[in-house]
């Protein structure tokens, strides 16, 4: 059978370009006992996969071959009988229209009330890392004041519903006027700032009154310079992502934060979800159990087509997504 992927054509220069990624044809080779053939229906494109695009000794995306990522598919052939043709399963699959894959390292998803693909949003990674990074890391309590940049990304558009599920007033930071409105009228944010148009420091001190208990910060650079500065006494940030950094930008001119962290005893933790595994049922249980009941949205921006995975992934970069970033294949 012909297929389609999608690999990497030479190493990114700044932020990723088309002619990064070349669009090539091969054949899935015959099935071996305990694999399936996957239908990808969905692919997620994330941040953190432009790390892997530069040159490492390990984890590096190699050149000429298909990248890979998050995805939700059907088994479209089977020799397992546990994973029968018709079953929709998530994993880290190639980008590719057909792929051959072990049945060991597929996770078979419950679509009853749940649509698909939130299982790469809501109730996937980004869900995830975002549900423990504030529950578990920022440890919110009600009534305090969580600020959040990347606000109306995959995580940002998460973790802003679950704070003011929690009693927190709660801030956000995006770069356009109809995220700003989106994030507001749809989300709940009790305000939101512009960081393109708005004077930051200004308008952080008129939308938190009473200062900033927890930052969760899903963006790094000047803007998170800017909400630290504002922290109260014994308050905590948590670093998620620096998506302001990935493509080589904010170093030199980082602010020398570390006497304000000191003086104000300000906990700043960096995490990985994945700490996290053994939780991980329960979590999707509760937030699968909070989107049933129409308590929490699953945002998602949708580009139609296979050969739309590299767009989208650039797309990342320059702010094209509001909540998750997804191709439909």
Known sequence: ?????IVLAKRPEGVPKEGDFR???TVLRPLQPGE???????FSVDPYMRGRMNESPSGAFAIGKAISGAAVARVA???????PVGTIVSGHLPWATRVISNTRQLQQIDTGGIPASAYLGLLGVPGLTGYFGLLHVGKIKAGETVVISGAAGAIGTIIGQIAK????RVIGLAGSADKVRLLKAELGYDEVINYKTDNIPE???????????VYFDNTGGEISDRVIQQLNMFGRAVICGQIATYNGGHGKDALDLLPFILNRSITVQGYHVPTYQERFPDAIEELSGWYKKGIIKNQETVLEGFEQLPAAFIGLFSGKNTGKMLVRV
């Open 1 to 5: 059978m012909e297929v389609r992927q």
């Open 23 to 25: 669009l090539e044809e």
């Open 36 to 42: 399936v053939v996957l239908e990808p229906l969905f």
């Open 77 to 83: 052939e089977s020799t397992d009988e546990t994973l």
């Open 165 to 168: 599920l929690k009693g927190c």
């Open 203 to 213: 308008a952080l001190k008129t939308a938190c009154p009473k200062g900033i208990d």
